[in-house]
């Protein structure tokens, strides 16, 4: 019933470029907000629809809204985004990369991995930049408010929030969080439900997947001081990289630090980013090394992962210390010298310490160069001429450099984008009804489909704002060892805690994000998935909440 309604906007979706942290998202953007106003509801009622602009963004982007204004205060919230990762790995078939049936004509043509082969060759997959992650599940959740608009007689509100940015830093996500909580209270909406619709990931055919939460990810930034000094005399110094590489060894790929629940398990961490803080080459030792690295969650808390890594930070340093050590005392076996004591005395801080330390040494006159260095560093960040985490590390530099910290020490500090872990077994407002059931009761009787309930979205998404399922302990933690919190980075807790709501990820079969070979099951996205999200908002508006 909405194959063709669906048809020809996903192709208008994937057709219009729109690169994350760009200007081409406000053409995207342009697309959607035209065709909500050409839909008959929208015509008769303009206000009930618009652009939500975002806060102090570089590129004028905005959260597109439409608001289907029914009976009574029931409300399910439809969320996507509508931007996508770039082209340029598609090299010479950039040109058809927004094209799905010309794309697929030329991928014919190219060495490409043998399932990505099949699937094309079977002409079930929609091929392209942007079909799976989530132009399919933006053209679904479009063409179904525009269905439940049409109704007479409606009985409750669909909430649509398209936003940009989900590819980078969730700006978009973020600003929507103002936005749901000011409707809400303009118009006294009781929220049920948020669906997302990115896709699934599945190799067993026939057994679809929907996700009742979003993996968390938290960015711990790792500043080690180091004790400089001439590569010729690498014992009067302590080499920071030697540190941060230990560090490295006892995180990356570590499976102790993955969270588990039952069957689930998020991936070990990995760390993105390693290096000195030399500014140009010469013959010493560094005097500081920085690294930053991603670790995901599901149930551990900010604190739970500050603690542990204060205590690997210590360890690092012990262990690091005593190959120090015993590398002097083999050293001078050589020499024949005689080795002198080691008086270096480890530290481990985390930022909200050295920022105390700071404060109290020093008080006010830091206080106003600080609150001055982090105006510069997010004029950098408008400009997109350095990142959010590079932002961080400088403004850890700048502290640890303000109470002369010696080293060798270790800073624990966090950048953003923070996603926090949601599932709906940690929130207190409930369905009356089994998701899981009800989903699989739908999609049965209608595609004899079978789906598997996971509790967590792994590929971390704008649900973590959606809902709140952290406390006020976490908020004050988060705060405190984020540099720069509320200038250059910032999350509305305040609005964020007030929204209490059950989750889903339903959406279309994909494969290969972000890969020349990115594709989505064509059927999900004209008949199955539509139809499910319409069934099962149907029942949740229908039942007694």
Same mark, same amino acid.
């Given at each position: ?25 406000? +053409? ?7 065709? =909500? ?41 439809? $969320? ?17 990369? @927004? ?47 525009? +269905? ?13 929030? #398209? ?9 978009? $996500? ?7 909580t000011t409707l809400r209270d303009q118009y006294k909406l009781n929220y049920l439900l948020t669906i997302n619709s990115e896709p699934y990931f599945n190799q067993t055919k026939g057994k679809a997947i929907f996700y009742e939460g979003s993996v968390g990810k938290i960015m711990p930034v790792l500043f080690v001081k180091g004790v400089k000094s001439h590569i010729g005399e690498p014992f009067n110094g302590f080499n920071? !990289? ?38 140009? +080459? ?7 090394? %920085? ?19 204060? !205590?690997?930070?210590?360890? !690092? ?17 050589? &020499? ?17 310490? =050295? ?30 001429? =350095? ?31 923070? +996603? ?42 704008? @649900? #973590?704002?959606? %809902? ?18 509320? &200038? ?9 805690? %007030? ?16 890969? &020349? ?20 908002? &149907? ?7």
């Open positions: 019933m909405f194959s063709e309604s669906i048809k020809s906007l996903f192709l208008r979706l994937v057709a219009t470029q729109s690169d994350t942290n760009t200007h081409r998202e406000t +053409y995207i953007e342009e697309q959607i907000l035209y065709w =909500i106003k050409e839909q008959a509801y929208f015509s008769e009622h303009p206000e009930y629809c618009g652009a939500y602009p975002i806060e102090n963004d570089p590129y004028q982007r905005s959260v597109i809204w439409s608001l289907v204004k029914g009976r009574g205060d029931k409300t399910i919230v439809l $969320m996507h985004h509508h931007d996508a990762v770039d082209i340029e790995e598609y090299g010479k078939l950039k040109s058809v990369a @927004l094209r799905p049936d010309e794309l697929i004509e030329a991928l014919s043509n190219k060495k490409i991995p043998a399932q990505a082969k099949i699937d094309l060759e079977s002409g079930n997959w929609t091929f392209g930049r942007g079909v799976a992650d989530m132009k399919s599940g933006a053209a679904i959740q479009l063409v179904l408010s525009a +269905y439940f608009s049409e109704l007479e007689d409606f009985e409750g509100n669909i909430l649509l929030l #398209s936003v940009p940015d989900e590819e980078t830093l969730s700006r978009g $996500m973020l600003g929507a969080v103002t936005l749901m920071p !990289s030697l540190v941060l590489s230990d560090l490295q060894r006892k995180t990356e790929l570590n499976i102790d630090l993955c969270d588990v629940l039952g069957e689930e398990a998020t991936p070990p961490p990995v760390w993105v980013n390693l290096k000195d803080r030399k500014k140009a +080459y010469d013959a010493s030792i560094p005097e500081a090394a %920085t690294g930053y690295f991603n670790w995901l969650t599901f149930t551990r808390s900010p604190k739970h992962i500050m603690d542990k890594l204060v !205590s690997l930070a210590n360890r !690092s340093l012990r262990d690091t210390l005593i190959y120090f050590a015993d590398a002097y005392e083999n050293y001078c076996n050589l &020499t024949g010298d005689i080795p002198e004591k080691i008086s270096f005395i480890p530290k481990v801080y985390t930022f909200e310490q =050295i920022y105390q330390m700071a404060m109290t040494e020093i008080g006010q006159s830091f206080e106003a160069r600080y609150e001055e260095f982090q105006e510069e560093l997010n004029a950098l960040l408008v400009e997109n001429t =350095i990142t959010l985490p590079e932002a961080t590390t400088r403004l850890v530099e700048f502290v640890q450099d303000a109470i002369d910290l010696e080293g060798p020490a270790i800073i624990v500090a966090l950048s953003g984008p923070y +996603y926090p872990h949601v599932n709906n077994m940690k929130i207190s407002k409930k369905l009356s009804f089994s998701l899981e059931e009800t989903i699989n009761k739908i999609a049965a009787e209608k595609y004899d489909l079978v789906f598997e309930s996971q509790s967590y979205f792994m590929g971390i998404s704008d @649900l #973590s704002y959606a %809902t709140w399922c952290g406390n006020d302990e976490d908020i004050a933690l988060i705060k405190a060892n984020s540099p720069g919190w509320d &200038t250059i980075y910032r999350i509305p807790f305040k609005e964020l805690s %007030t929204l209490n709501m059950p989750v889903v990820n339903i959406g279309p079969w994909g494969k290969d994000l972000h890969k &020349t070979t990115e594709r989505v099951h064509t059927k999900d996205v004209y008949e199955r998935i539509p139809y499910i999200i319409k069934e099962l908002m &149907t029942k949740c508006l229908k039942e007694d909440v």
